[in-house]
């Protein structure tokens, strides 16, 4: 039997291990939508509680990496507090940089193990963990959870991350193989090269088998991910995924409870097609035994839970009822699209091929008017201020048809509500104002954040424009811009292989790539609303 001090000695050499492994390969620092505490408000909303408004909210994100995450929310809301954690020094200082080069004075960031975190440091109405909980040992996991239940404010909601069985077992077994193929490899860059070179040979010599059927299926997969979330998702220490029921087992224990998934479309079982019923079935009243089933049905890889002190349970009423969504703002990609149905022949369709259909006029007008407020968001009191400045007499009925309809498309996800709108800018005004973190940003690098906090990837022109879209730009200066930077052979255009050297071909493909980049900001949610200057 190990003493008590010959285990914490094995457990700080194991998080030496750990923050030496992150400090070696940081892990590539991005926003997730999903986290941000807008929406985590507008799910528990939904979800019958009264969450902090996010203007004034205090905001903790434990492993919070560069800062990826928190630093878009902090620039956002001047107003509200944000504190990171993370146990890599030099994930830290690169978030203590973009932070001071964006001049935040409501963030801080700590190298800190969230084991040591002081818990009478209290009252955070956002803890936000996300790819975190699966990838640390057992302990730290416990302390993940601990440190929610003890620092959430009574009204706080936790956002907790992490891969699910039974759909991440497949994955285990390509892990596996990795992990043993360069267990005698000590530098990482070689580790990721050889475990990579190994599943490739793996994908391509697997048997014709179920077994060969998973790990082509998990090979092929893995080839299109970024290195860093290859090396810390299959070939780091810890990958512990864990069933959803042990998850809540281990949140329970910590005076933790269920509230719901982020994403709220994941929880109707009749997104599961003809399992629904089953479920309903299997589940009966208990969410927790319905969630479980639906992780086996779906065979889902990752979690996004919301938890709430055991306290909130009471006030938690998973009866959505179309009244809450009076106060939030929807965001959207669909398009309309051409239908056959007689019986509904209005049809709108988003990328991953979500659809809504309706016959009744007034609906089609409402998400006609969403789609054209993209990328920015509508709200229901704005949709009935549209219609009835466009002249239509909305009936109470009609008025509760559209927002049935807003419930049926923000269950089977076609919505993401958000409790803060957002107002997206247009590139038809005369000088263009972008998103002051990513005029930033894109001096620094190839990526940047939009005003819904998803991530934006920056090619060369777009870099070199958006430092300029401070609104005192307009067209001729940014193609003047351009032409000087082509001259200077910072940027070069390339037609048909060949570097385009002839003035009058270089002004075409000026006005061009201008023309694109400004198009892609715009539907990119990366333009501010302008008050400098008219219409052009
Ligand atoms: C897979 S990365 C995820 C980073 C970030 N949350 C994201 O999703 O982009 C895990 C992060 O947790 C941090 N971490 C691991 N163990 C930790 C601990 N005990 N205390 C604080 N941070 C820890 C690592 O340094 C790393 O930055």
């Not at 009835?388 to 509760?400: I, M, S, V």
């Not at 003035?503 to 892609?520: K, P, S, T, Y």
Request: glycine fraction near 6%; hydrophobic fraction near 40%; proline fraction near 6%.
């Amino acid at each position: 039997m190990m003493t008590e001090s010959a285990e914490a000695s094995e457990f700080s050499v194991a998080q030496a291990k750990v923050r030496t492994s992150y400090d070696e390969v940081p892990y590539a620092s991005y926003p997730y939508a999903q986290s941000h505490p807008c929406r985590i408000a507008a799910t528990a909303s939904l979800l019958g509680l009264t969450p902090r408004d996010v203007e004034t909210a205090s905001v903790l994100e434990i492993g919070c990496a560069a800062g990826g995450n928190l630093i878009p929310m902090a620039a956002a809301y001047p107003k509200a507090r944000f504190l990171g954690i993370d146990l890599s020094s030099k994930q830290i200082d690169q978030a203590r940089a973009r932070a001071k080069r964006l001049g935040l004075a409501n963030i801080e960031f700590r190298h800190q193990d969230v084991t040591s975190f002081e818990k009478s440091d209290r009252g955070y109405d956002y803890i936000i963990c996300h790819g975190v909980y699966s990838w640390v040992s057992d302990p730290v996991r416990d302390a993940i959870l601990g440190l929610c239940a003890s620092t959430l404010s009574p009204d706080g909601i936790a956002y907790v991350s992490y891969n699910v069985l039974p759909g991440w077992r497949p994955r285990q077994v390509v892990r596996d193989a990795m992990l043993a193929h360069v267990a005698d490899i000590a530098d990482p860059a070689q580790r990721l090269s050889q475990a990579r070179a190994f599943i490739d040979f793996l994908n391509a010599n697997a048997p014709k088998s179920p077994y060969g059927e998973a790990i082509r299926e998990v090979a092929s997969w893995l080839g299109s991910m970024g290195a860093s979330y290859v090396f810390h998702e299959f070939l780091e220490i810890d990958n512990a995924p864990c069933t959803f029921k042990d998850f809540m087992k281990a949140a329970n224990r910590n005076g933790l409870v269920f509230l719901g998934e982020c994403e709220l479309r994941s929880m109707l079982p009749e997104n599961y097609g003809a399992v629904a019923q089953t479920i309903r079935t299997l589940g009966g009243n208990d969410v927790v035994a319905a969630e479980q089933y639906i992780d086996v049905f779906s065979g889902r890889t990752f979690r996004q839970t919301l938890l709430v002190p055991a306290a909130r349970l009471p006030a938690i009423s998973r009866n959505v009822s179309p009244d809450r969504l009076a106060s939030l703002h929807f965001l959207s990609s669909f398009a309309a699209v051409p239908t056959d149905d007689p019986n509904f022949p209005h049809m709108f369709k988003d990328a991953i091929g979500t659809t809504f259909k309706t016959r009744i006029d007034n609906v089609r007008r409402a998400f006609q008017l969403i789609q054209a407020s993209q990328p920015g968001s509508s709200s229901y009191p704005q949709l009935l201020d549209q219609l009835k400045a466009a002249g239509r007499p909305l009936t109470p009925a009609d008025q509760a048809e559209i927002l049935k309809s807003l419930q049926t498309a923000l269950m089977i996800g076609l919505l993401t509500a958000s409790t803060r709108p957002i107002e997206a800018g247009r590139r038809s005004v005369e000088r263009p104002v972008a998103l002051e973190v990513a005029r930033s940003d894109a001096v620094h690098g190839t990526s940047t954040v939009n005003l819904r906090h998803e991530p934006v990837e920056l090619d060369v022109v777009a870099r070199h424009l958006l430092p300029l879209l401070d609104g005192t730009n307009d067209a001729a200066a940014l193609a003047a811009s351009l032409n000087q930077a082509v001259k200077s052979e910072t940027i070069g255009f390339v037609r048909e292989g060949q570097r385009v050297t002839d003035d009058a071909e270089i002004e075409a493909c000026i006005a061009d790539h201008l023309g694109r980049v400004l198009r892609q900001l715009e539907g990119q949610a990366v333009l501010l609303p302008s008050e400098t200057g008219a219409k052009a």
